[in-house]
C-alpha cells in the first residue's frame, strides 16, 4: 500500500449526528482462514461479533440478544423462528460503529489470477476478474454481516463500488459518505469492505480495507480505530522470528513523524529501526505504521491488537482511552502534542 | 404499489455514452419458487441467463462463454479453473442492458413479518427486520449476479441502499445513478433489485424493483423494457380462470390513457373492464399495466413476457420493435401518437 492522499475529493461530506465512536477492522487474515481458499475462521468471526455486540450496546448486552439473520438454514426446510423479544423490546442505545472488513481468502485468488489491481478492462481476463472478485468479496461481506446480526448487531453490508466510490491512480477519489452516514444515524451497522472499483487512470483496481479506513476516520472522527489482527500487535520484525518484541506504544507527532516509546529501546534503537526497514520490504510492517500514524495524527487513537481475544474486548469497547492495564497485549498509535 | 412520481429528485444524473439497449426485470415468481421459502428456481434462471447472453452478445454469442464466476464450489476443496480462452480473447462488443430483479420467495418473509414496508425503525421488530430483508434480498442478488456470470455476462451487483437511493412517503426520492451509469460505460452490466431503503417520512420502506425500472427508464431511456414473468403475459382475468383472454397489445396515449388494441374486445369491452377492475383489487393487474403504461408513455416499448421460453427470447433480443411474429405470446405495450 503506497501512500495516499484524498485531496482529489471535492464532495462534500455531511456529519453523523452523533460522535462515531469506533471504526473497526476486521483484518483478513483474523476472521477467514488465510490458506483455504474462500474459507471463513467461523470460530474468531463469532467471538468477534459478540465482542463487537457487547461494546456496542454497552448497557443492555445479553448473552443471548435476538438475532437479526432471518435466513432459512442450508438444508432447513421450516421457516427461520424469530425472536418474540423483539415484539416488545425497548430500542436499546446503540454506540456508533462502523465495520470494515479486509479480503483474506476471499477475492485474492481472483484479484491475483486478473490483475485486477493493474487495471485494463479492456482484457477479458482483467474484466472477467474484476466480477469474479466482487462475487467473493461480496459473498464474505454477506457471511460477516450474518454472523453481525446473528449476534442481534443492526448491520447493513454496504460495497464500495455500489456506493459509487472509485480512485484515481489507485488513490481514493470520489467518495460520497452521505449513504454512509444516513446509515449510522439511522441507527444501523454499516458493514464495509475491500473492493474492486474503477479507476479513472486505468479502468480499475482494488481499493484496500485499510485505504477505506483511513478515508472514513478522516471524514468521521471517530474516538478511535481498532485493527483486528491475527497476532497480538505490530513487531520489530516478524513475530514468528526468535526475539521478536511487540511495540506496545508509537507516539506519532504532530509533523507525522513517530517512535517507538514502549518498550524503550534505548541502544537497539538504531538496529531495530534496520530490521524494521528490512521487514518493509516484505512484510510492509513500516507502511502499516505510517498509515496508522496518519489516522493518529488526526487525534484519533489506533489500536492493533490480535482478534477473538480479551486484549481485543479492552480495545474495541474504548477503555485503552483512559487506561492501559498492565497486562494488556497490543499495540497503541497515538498523538502526541 | 400505487401511482408514484420521481418530481422530488433533484440529482442531474449522468447519461451514459451510449444508448442503452434494454432494462430488463426479471420478476421474482419467474426466477425463485414463490411457495418455497428461500428457493431459486434454478432452471429458469440458467435459461433466463443463456438467453440473456445472447442478447448483449448478438454477434459472438457461444454456447459455452467463459464463465466469471470462480468462486469455490461448495464443497469443492480444489481452486476453481479459469477458461484459457479470457487469456487471448478479444473483447466483444456488448449491448448495453440493466438487470433489475425482484424478490420472489426472498426477503417478502421478513418484510411482512416485520412490516419494514410500514416504517418506523424505532420499533426493534422493524429494525430487525430491516436487517433480515437486506440479507435475504442480497444473498439472492449475489445468487443471480453469479448465474450471469457463469454464462460469461460480467454482471455487477448493486444494492440500491448501498448506491444511497432512498424514499420520501415510500416515493423514490435521491437517486443518483452516477454509479450504475459508470458501471455500463465501464462495460459491465448492473444487476439492482427491490430492497429495503430508508424513507425520509417514515424511516424506512420497500423500494420495489419495478419503480426502481420506472426510474431507471426515465434517467437511462432504452430502446426497450422486458418483464419477465411466470405467465405468457396480461390477461383480462387470472389466467387461471376459464376464458382468461392474454392482452396481446396495448396503446398508450400521449396523455396516459391505455386501450386494448389486440385482441379487439369489441361489445365484450365493458365487461373485460370490469373484470379487470375486480382483479385488481387482489392481483394489481391494472396497476401493473398503468405502471408499464408510464414507461411506454416516455416513448418506450414494453414487452411483458414468460420467462425462459422462445417468446422471452424474442422479447429479449429487441426483435418487437420492427416485427411481431403472428405466434408471439405476450404483451406489448407501446406508445401510440
New interface residues.
Given amino acids: 500500500m503506497e501512500a495516499q492522499n484524498s485531496s482529489v475529493n471535492a464532495i462534500i461530506n455531511p456529519i453523523p449526528t452523533k460522535p462515531i465512536r469506533c471504526i473497526v477492522k476486521l483484518g483478513g487474515a483474523a476472521i477467514t482462514c488465510k490458506n483455504e ?2 474459507t471463513i475462521n467461523e470460530e474468531n468471526l463469532k467471538i468477534v461479533s459478540k465482542q463487537l455486540h457487547q461494546a456496542m450496546f454497552p448497557v443492555s448486552a445479553s448473552e443471548n440478544a ?1 438475532g ?5 438454514r442450508s438444508g432447513a426446510s421450516e ?2 423462528t ?1 425472536n418474540d ?3 416488545d ?3 436499546s442505545d446503540l454506540e456508533k460503529f462502523v465495520v470494515v472488513h479486509g479480503a483474506g481468502s476471499f477475492g485474492h ?2 484479484a491475483s ?2 490483475g485486477v489491481h493493474k487495471g485494463g ?5 482483467v ?6 472478485t ?3 468479496v ?2 464474505l461481506n ?1 457471511e460477516i ?2 454472523a453481525l ?1 446473528r449476534e442481534g448487531i ?6 464500495p ?4 466510490w ?1 480512485t484515481c491512480k489507485r488513490n481514493m477519489a470520489e467518495a ?1 459518505v ?2 454512509v452516514v ?2 449510522i444515524d ?3 451497522i454499516p458493514v464495509l469492505h475491500g473492493d474492486a472499483v ?1 479507476d479513472s487512470s486505468q ?2 483496481t482494488i481499493l484496500s480495507g485499510d485505504v477505506i479506513i483511513r478515508y472514513l476516520a478522516a471524514e468521521l472522527k471517530p474516538d478511535y480505530v481498532v485493527f483486528l489482527t491475527d497476532v497480538f500487535g505490530v513487531y520489530d520484525r516478524p513475530p514468528s522470528e526468535p526475539g521478536a518484541v511487540l511495540l506496545r506504544e508509537i507516539a506519532v507527532h504532530e509533523d507525522g513523524s513517530w517512535s517507538v516509546v514502549n518498550p524503550i529501546l534505548g541502544d537497539e534503537n538504531k538496529q531495530v529501526e534496520i530490521t524494521v526497514a528490512a521487514h518493509d520490504t516484505t512484510g510492509g510492517m513500516v507502511t502499516k505504521i505510517s498509515e496508522a500514524a496518519m489516522i493518529a495524527k488526526l487525534g484519533i487513537d489506533v489500536y492493533i491488537v490480535k482478534a477473538a481475544t480479551e486484549h481485543s474486548m479492552i480495545a474495541i469497547n474504548g477503555s485503552l482511552k483512559h487506561n492501559t492495564p498492565e497486562d494488556w497485549l497490543g499495540t497503541i498509535i497515538r498523538l502526541v502534542k
Fill in positions: 481458499l474462500e435476538p437479526m439473520d432471518w435466513s432459512k421457516q427461520p424469530i423479544e423483539l415484539f423490546q425497548q430500542i485468488f481472483q489470477k486478473s478492462l479492456s482484457q477479458p481476463i474484466k472477467a476478474g474484476f466480477v469474479a466482487r462475487i467473493s461480496t459473498f454477506l454481516v450474518r446480526a443492526p448491520s447493513i453490508g454496504m460495497s463500488f455500489s456506493c459509487g472509485s460520497d452521505s449513504m444516513n446509515a439511522s441507527g444501523f474503477l479502468d480499475c
